[in-house]
């Protein structure tokens, strides 16, 4: 009779439980880095680490984040660096969030200039991710110049799909020929803007001082 008794118990406390993990699930953030490796880009990875090292005191217990490069043809998996969606238990969150930096270090350490900057192919590769952790608040990091070059054969004209997602461009720095004529630049901005939003994406945000980290995370 008991063991009736708390099956029925356990039964009406179940719709409790499950909501509060979706209520949990709701509030987590999930976050995706794309680090430009092209080119003399590559020698910023000292302040990409700045932005990593943010992240990993900053995000808790059942948030997700990915490292990946960008390079010549960026949409595999073969791309990400590191990827973790941290556990419930603060003990082994913090154990996965050292092995975590150990694989940022070693990457940092590795990293050769590619010949080409495929942001969009990220794109599509980041967007994918983080729908599939499907944390409460989606953001995507693009670290470069947002200087797009693809290399003879790889597509990317064509609409792609972020709803839903946050997309910042960090420490866009500027090229020569910017400096030359700062529309170039300017230009660069407004056409990334334009495809992240016609993509779907609900806030397009360009940080370029580093102590301004703190609006990289989505207040739950």
Not at 47 to 60: Q, V
Not at 148 to 153: D, I, R, S, T, V
Not at 158 to 171: C, D, E, H, Q, S
Not at 198 to 208: F, K, M, S, Y
């Amino acid at each position: 009779m008991k063991q009736f008794k708390y099956l029925i118990l356990a039964l009406l406390l179940l719709p409790l439980v499950l909501s509060g993990c979706a209520d949990n699930r709701s509030h987590s953030n999930g976050v995706y880095l794309l680090i430009d490796t092209s080119g003399t880009y590559a020698e910023q990875i000292t302040k990409a680490r700045k932005i990593i090292n943010y992240l990993l005191a900053n995000l808790n217990a059942g948030d997700s984040l990915a490292v990946a490069k960008v390079e010549s043809k960026s949409f595999s998996e073969k791309d990400i660096v590191a990827k973790v969606t941290f556990d419930r238990r603060p003990s082994q969150a913090n154990l996965e969030k050292r092995a975590f930096n150990q694989k940022v270090e070693a990457f940092a350490k590795s990293i050769k200039g590619s010949a080409y900057t495929d942001i969009t192919g990220g794109l599509i590769q980041a967007a994918e991710y983080l729908n599939e952790a499907n944390p409460g608040h989606k953001t995507i990091i693009i670290f470069s110049d947002l200087q797009e070059e693809l290399g003879k054969g790889t597509i990317r004209d064509f609409p792609i799909k972020l709803t839903g997602i946050r997309v910042m461009a960090v420490n866009v720095t500027k090229l020569s020929t910017d400096n030359t004529d700062p529309r170039r630049y300017l230009d660069r901005l407004a056409w990334w803007e334009k495809r992240v939003r016609d993509a779907g994406a609900t806030e397009w945000l360009v940080i370029n001082d580093l102590e301004h980290l703190d609006k990289i995370l989505a207040n739950p």
